[in-house]
């Protein structure tokens, strides 16, 4: 059961964790572009790095764990890509109609590399931060507080949901769904499940808004902060440092300078 | 003196509802006053207390009319941060009301002095004489999404109280707790009246009403004299069943293991006869609702064995056991998705494979005995929660079960409501159908049912009936 105030949190006192949050955050926001701009080479660069990040801080059994979420997209488009890219002209295996080529190979293998990158770093985020620290730390950083009670609504959705998913399922199935056989019967079982899933999940904001609001979170004025998110010197360096390649990385793309 | 809260003339008319919520409704509580507020579902409790939280229409879109005065305070016009501090607001669900976000009670608590600004270093002397005077300076530093039912109601009342209004209104603060729940809840209540807290409480419970000063009365969204009357609900009778037996239930030396390592049953053992209706009580987190779950194969036990009708659930899918058990859940929100009651009631036994004239039977049974003929067209999610809670029940009774196993089929309900529960679990004994019922209410278990099982720290203590 994961609870939605922890969220994926792996609790810990590696130096990861103990990294401002807003750190972390332009962490992921720098692989996210050099992931994306950078020539594919990068990729191999990124993941040494990656790995070297998640062993250090003790992460790399959760980590491989997280990696069923994205499992069946990656595979998905590695799969498309090798038969389908468009212009693809050498022909590595060819099964009757279906022919595998090195160029919608190449490519499957890079999209699909870009966002296990940016998934691993995320991941490695989510589980060394607690979502309130990140509130914090963009709030002290002059965000709104609405705006960072966003950000940590997204955090805690996917745990919220797959709570929710779980008790739905239980119930649906109670009353004679089938909800594991063939396609055709899962399917068919999509609606019973969904209906709840939204309508639950529109009563559950109508609640939390209320409750929000009794707690006086729609006040205008001046907030104080409980939580104090340590920021050390090393962390501001590291978020310098981070922002310069975020901003090298820009404008080599803009330039085209590697090409 | 000026009142704490006076309401002159409101009138709460929802969007796309008939009938407005309150008509015309004037009341008048003075400061340190405590005062009930009763009456059915439907009544306008709810709307009162909204109104009177100042949520009306800022929050909750309504069209008002009339006035509603917190202290000094217009509180249909005014913003948050006018009644800020002024009036708070406690609803019946624990777990929705707290931030959902805080790793412990102490930050729950903080939330409130935070968006007040309250400076940081008063916040913890603020936190600590709040939890010490509510009872539960022990829970600080646990994790709110750790604690009982009855614990984080506690906790919701106390992050409201942090904040200092002098005005609280609480919305059936008692509804889903069980009994000890309910007794801290009253003693928290006295404590912060004897403090000079106003007071305005929503409730069923007696026990908390009769602790209030005064007690007014809601009937459609007026203030009526005394009790209404309401209409008595008779025996009930299946009129769907043919001739089914009831299943009987073993568990053997049952014992479950959650993956975390939580032991929830240890080495349970009960025997439930063919047409017996058995009720399991016990404290919130006892291991009712795991025990349960193992009745329809939602669970399955790490140790011993659960029989049905004489057969291992093991070998059968939750589907197959469907045949046999219907299951009514605790929260409706998580069966309910046709637009329409009588859809929704038919699509348990149309995925049992009946078919035509047999499920408009099933149907009509159904609703009669849950007292929703009305409602056949209405989408569920115009009723309010606990008439919604009613239209789960219907769809478990469509399925003829053989076994009805029911999950806090009162939280919610009026008296009206707990009745007609009642009725209906003594009319499918009637019909010969086993009922197994899990439920914090010891009046309802000892009206109600041949026998009550008592569970306390996933054990069971067998406990005869009394007079019985």
């Known amino acids: ?259 | 003196m000026r009142p704490a809260l006076r309401i002159d003339g409101l009138t709460v008319r929802y969007p796309a509802r008939r009938e407005p919520a309150l008509a015309d409704l004037s009341l008048a509580i003075e400061p340190g006053e405590r005062v009930g507020i009763a009456g059915r579902t439907s009544a306008g409790k709810s709307t009162l207390a909204l109104a009177a939280a100042g949520l009306i229409p800022r929050v909750v879109r309504a069209a008002v009319t009339g006035t509603v005065v917190v202290g000094k305070t217009d509180a249909l016009h005014a913003t948050a941060d006018a009644l800020l501090g002024r009036v708070g607001i406690v609803f019946a669900s624990p777990a929705d009301q707290l931030s959902g976000s805080k790793p412990t009670v102490r930050e729950e608590l903080a939330f409130g002095l935070e968006n007040l600004g309250v400076p940081r270093a008063e916040m913890d002397p603020r936190i600590d004489a709040v939890l010490a005077d509510l009872g539960i300076a022990g829970l600080a530093d646990r994790e709110p999404a750790s604690l009982s039912g009855g614990e984080q109601q506690r906790v919701a009342i106390a992050s409201i109280v942090t904040m200092g209004p002098g005005l609280l209104v609480l919305d059936e603060p008692t509804a889903e707790l069980d009994p000890e729940g309910t007794d801290a809840v009253a003693t928290l209540l006295d404590g912060l009246s004897a403090a000079g807290t106003t007071i305005l409480c929503v409730e069923h419970d007696r026990a908390i009403l009769e602790r209030c000063g005064r007690n007014v009365t809601l009937d459609g969204g007026r203030i009526v004299e005394g009790t209404p009357a309401r209409p008595a609900i008779g025996p009930l009778a299946w009129a769907a069943g043919r001739g089914r037996m009831g299943a009987t239930v073993t568990l053997d030396r049952l014992g479950f293991r959650y993956p975390n390592g939580i032991e929830a049953l240890r080495d349970v053992s009960l025997e439930v006869r063919a047409g017996e209706r058995v009720a399991i009580v016990g404290a919130n987190g006892s291991g009712k609702t795991t025990l349960a779950k193992h009745l329809i194969g939602l669970l399955r036990p790490t140790s011993g064995r659960v029989l049905v009708d004489g057969v291992p659930t093991d070998d059968r899918t939750v589907q197959a056991l469907a045949q046999t058990v219907g299951f009514a859940f605790q929260d409706p929100g998580d069966q309910l998705f046709e637009r329409s009651v009588e859809r929704e009631v038919g699509f348990g036994p149309r995925r049992l494979g009946r078919t035509g004239a047999d499920v408009a039977n099933l149907i009509d049974a159904a609703l009669t005995m849950t007292g929703l003929p009305g409602e056949r067209a209405t989408n569920p999610y115009d009723l309010d929660r606990s008439v919604r809670k009613l239209v789960t029940l219907a769809g478990v009774l469509a399925m003829d079960p053989a076994l009805l196993v029911l999950d806090e089929p009162t939280t919610g309900q009026d008296p009206e409501g707990v009745e007609r529960v009642g009725r209906i679990v003594e009319a499918m004994a009637a019909a010969g159908r086993t009922v197994i019922a899990i439920t914090h209410d010891p009046a309802f278990a000892d009206r109600w049912f041949d026998r009550t099982v008592v569970m306390a720290a996933g054990r069971t203590v067998d406990r005869p009936r009394p007079g019985a």
């Not at chain 1, 890079?110 to 940016?118: C, I, Q, T």
């Open chain 1, 1 to 259: 059961m994961t609870r939605a105030a922890t969220g994926y949190l792996v609790p810990g006192r590696s130096w990861l964790h103990r990294r401002h949050p807003l750190t972390k955050l332009l962490g992921v926001a720098f692989v996210l572009v050099a992931a994306f701009l950078l020539p594919p080479v990068a990729l191999i660069a990124l993941t040494v790095a990656l790995a070297a990040i998640a062993v250090s801080a003790g992460l790399v059994r959760p980590v491989l764990r997280s990696l069923r979420i994205p499992a069946v997209l990656v595979a998905s488009i590695v799969l498309v890509n090798a038969l389908f890219y468009p212009g693809g002209s050498d022909v590595l295996v060819a099964v009757g109609p279906l022919a595998v080529t090195r160029e919608g190979l190449t490519f499957g293998v890079v999209s699909a590399g870009r966002l296990l990158v940016v998934f691993v770093a995320l991941m490695l985020l989510l589980m060394t931060t607690l979502a309130d620290d990140l509130l914090e730390g963009l709030v002290v950083h002059g965000v709104s507080h609405r705006i960072a009670f966003v950000a940590l609504s997204a955090m805690q959705l996917v745990p919220r949901m797959r709570d929710r998913v779980d008790r739905i399922l239980a119930a649906q199935s109670a009353r004679g769904l089938a909800v594991d056989g063939s396609t055709i019967t899962r399917a068919r079982a999509l609606v019973p499940l969904i209906g709840p899933v939204v309508l639950s999940a529109l009563v559950d904001v109508r609640e939390r808004t209320l409750a929000l609001e009794a707690r006086g979170f729609g006040a205008r004025w001046g907030r104080t902060a409980y939580r104090v998110v340590p920021d050390s010197g090393l962390d501001r360096a590291l978020r310098i440092a981070l922002l310069a390649a975020i901003a090298l990385v820009a404008l080599t793309a803009l330039f085209g300078w590697l090409r």
